[in-house]
């Protein structure tokens, strides 16, 4: 890749608001995760609570992507963006103020989603500005914003430590404010941002066959990243029994390894193939669960989920070199269907793997469960070989025909 051919090509300030504004949504929808260890001992919560909390700002955000993706390709990205950190600080200011029970704290959870949203927001806010020779990448650094979970997982153990765990999300409220201003002031809408549609046609994604292909897949690069980023504290404190602020340190080390291969993987996509690069990726996924389900000793599966988030990470950020080329004109509502099945899958894995901790004893099933969903994803491929969105897998990505009939160009070059 060219570097200097992509910074022309088109608009890093923005490009730089939404990895910011993805950054710090995904830091604030991650909260409640990293800090469950200490709602966990506020409220005497079992092994399934623990997992349902873990797992509903998940489902909220979830939840969110469809609608917000739907507003990015109606009323456009910015705007949509604007919207959702208002909307974001409410839960923050509940969480601060109040959030003395189990029952508050699910409430706010949901609403916390809207932070899940911004992924819906983010990617085609930066897409749009792209070519499709630069997409892998410039997606990747937008994407790249789910090192949000990191800054969570690294700094919130200590202030709750300091302050309690109430006052961090008020502490949250700083970085979301700053940044809804510099959103303000500096993104910028693509000039080749499509005309809203009637909402009848949005509703044609749906009868695509690639798009259940799509979301299946990403159910498991992005479901597994988010669920394990929200939940492996609770894992490395209850499995291994590490210190509060470790077991976030440790969770941090491992999501940071996913944040930073995300744009590493789109990157691959371009100059190899998103569906050759995909199916490396879920290969090595499955057999690194599969290891970590014999429930190694703390160093072996440290290092073993370390590898694992790597993976789902660059997973993520090959998906989406695939989907603009493929659903270019609907970017958003697309971004919103398949992030939502995404952040569908993030809220499955908590809550199952805190259902099966309880049923057999230790994490071992749950992670087996995983590898098995790892390893079905291979299917999937020759599925969307066969839809016609990339070449076969011996060759490189070929130029694709649009829904309105022009064609895309071949990111490789071909």
Not at 101 to 119: D, H, N, R
Not at 307 to 317: D, E, P, S, T
Not at 338 to 350: H, K, M, Q, V, Y
Request: charged share 10%.
């Amino acid at each position: 890749m060219n570097l200097k051919s992509f910074l022309k090509s088109g608009h890093p300030p923005t490009l730089a608001m939404s990895f910011l504004y993805f950054d710090v949504s995904f830091m604030v929808w991650v909260l409640i995760g990293v800090l469950s260890i200490y709602m966990a001992a506020d409220f005497g919560l079992s092994a399934s609570q623990k997992g349902l909390l873990v797992a509903l700002p998940i489902l909220g955000g979830s939840l969110a992507r469809l609608p917000m993706g739907l507003l990015v390709d109606r009323i456009g990205a910015k705007k949509t963006g604007i919207l959702g950190q208002v909307i974001v600080m409410i839960p923050l200011v509940w969480a601060w103020q109040a959030g003395d029970s189990l029952s508050q704290m699910m409430s706010l959870g949901v609403l916390l989603g809207v932070a899940g949203g911004s992924f819906a927001v983010a990617l085609p806010l930066a897409s749009r500005w792209y070519p499709p020779e630069h997409q892998g990448f410039a997606m990747g650094i937008a994407g790249a914003g789910n090192s949000g979970t990191v800054l969570s997982a690294f700094f919130a153990p200590r202030l709750a430590e300091l302050f309690g765990w109430h006052n961090v999300f008020g502490l949250a409220l700083i970085p979301v404010g700053v940044t809804l201003l510099l959103f303000i002031l500096i993104a910028r809408e693509s000039p080749t941002r499509p005309p809203p549609k009637p909402f009848s046609a949005y509703l044609e994604i749906f009868r695509r066959r690639e798009t259940l292909w799509f979301c299946l897949l990403y159910g498991f690069t992005f479901g597994g990243f988010v669920g394990l980023a929200s939940f492996l504290v609770i894992i490395f404190h209850d499995h291994y029994g590490m210190p509060k602020v470790m077991a976030g340190t440790l969770t941090a080390l491992c999501v940071f390894s996913g944040s930073f291969m995300r744009p590493v993987g789109g990157y691959l996509a371009d100059r190899w193939g998103g569906l050759r690069v995909l199916g490396v990726i879920l290969v090595a996924a499955s057999l690194l669960l599969g290891v970590i389900a014999l429930k190694p000793a703390l160093v072996a599966g440290t290092s073993l989920l370390f590898a694992v988030m790597a993976c789902l990470g660059a997973g993520n950020g090959s998906v989406f070199q695939i989907v603009p080329q493929r659903f270019r004109k609907e970017i958003g509502i697309a971004t919103g269907v398949i992030g939502s099945a995404g952040g569908l899958a993030g809220f499955l894995l908590p809550s199952l793997l805190g259902l099966l901790k309880e049923l057999t004893g230790n994490y071992g099933a749950g992670f087996f469960c995983l590898s098995l969903a790892g390893a079905s994803g291979l299917a999937l491929l020759p599925l969307l070989r066969q839809a016609g969105t990339l070449s076969p897998l011996t060759s490189d990505p070929v130029a694709e025909a649009d829904p309105s009939g022009s064609e895309i160009p071949d990111p490789a070059g071909t």
